[in-house]
């Protein structure tokens, strides 16, 4: 059964730092994974899509990476902002059906 | 280009009401996947719906939880009988095709069962 661990749970960071948030998975027969922003009270937002294949994806500020021998990905968010606070999620998918395995997420507070 | 939409957002419920929340996938989009959120847990899959099928149920309480993809129309999740331990955000994403790995997540709507 596929588990999804993200660590930390929470990180408070001032404006300005480099930040790196870890996710890791016990089955590594995964089709693909994705990072997601939530903020509260609200829907989610797709930040990175990277497929099994793939060893990382970058967009703007942000990059992340898939090591799926190791069972771990890293989402890199270079030059932090206030703007950056929210919940981070990782969920892998495993091809099958279609569904997503969720980890609980990173919750990142950037300070002014 | 609308997203998904989601509604209502918010829903007050009683203990023992019935709750129905819809869900419009993308346009384009012929898949539909249900999580539910609670508080201070990770999202956990639900089910699984093509038009007119579902495909994967495996995260659906086997009572009182049913959804429905028909031909025509949203998407809908129905709780009978709601309890307490119901009240969570429920959320809808959509895909283009199976595995695109494309999935677009609504709003949410969150239940709350008084």
């Known amino acids: 059964k596929q588990e999804v661990t993200q660590i930390p749970a929470a990180l408070s960071v001032p404006e300005g730092e480099n930040l790196v948030l870890n996710c890791s998975f016990t089955?590594?027969?995964?089709?693909?994974l994705q990072w997601f922003r939530q903020d509260p009270g609200k829907g989610l937002t797709s930040l990175l899509l990277?497929?099994?294949?793939?060893r990382e994806q970058t967009s703007g500020r942000l990059n992340a990476s898939l090591d799926k021998s190791s069972g771990r990905s890293t989402l890199y968010i270079a030059a932090s902002q206030p703007g950056d606070s929210a919940t981070y999620l990782c969920?892998?998918?495993?091809?099958?059906?279609?569904?997503?395995?969720f980890g609980k997420g990173t919750k990142l507070s950037v300070k002014p | 280009n609308a997203g998904v939409m989601q509604n209502p957002r918010h829903l007050v419920r009683r203990r023992g009401q019935e709750a129905r929340l819809r869900c419009s996938p993308m346009?384009?989009?012929?898949?539909v996947y249900w999580y539910r959120q609670l508080p201070e847990e990770g999202l956990k899959f639900m089910v699984y719906l093509q038009k007119e099928n579902i495909i994967d149920e495996s995260g659906m309480p086997k009572e009182r939880f049913s959804a429905e993809f028909p031909k025509e129309g949203p998407s809908i999740l129905r709780i009978q009988q709601v309890v307490r331990g119901d009240s969570a955000a429920y959320f809808c994403?959509?895909?283009?095709?199976?595995?695109?790995?494309?999935?677009?997540f609504g709003s949410g709507t969150r239940l709350t069962v008084v």
């Open positions: 346009k384009g989009h012929s898949h």
């Open positions: 089955d590594s027969a995964i089709y693909n």
């Open positions: 990277i497929q099994s294949s793939q």
């Open positions: 994403a959509s895909s283009p095709v199976l595995d695109s790995g494309g999935y677009t």
């Open positions: 969920a892998v998918g495993g091809g099958s059906q279609g569904n997503l395995i």
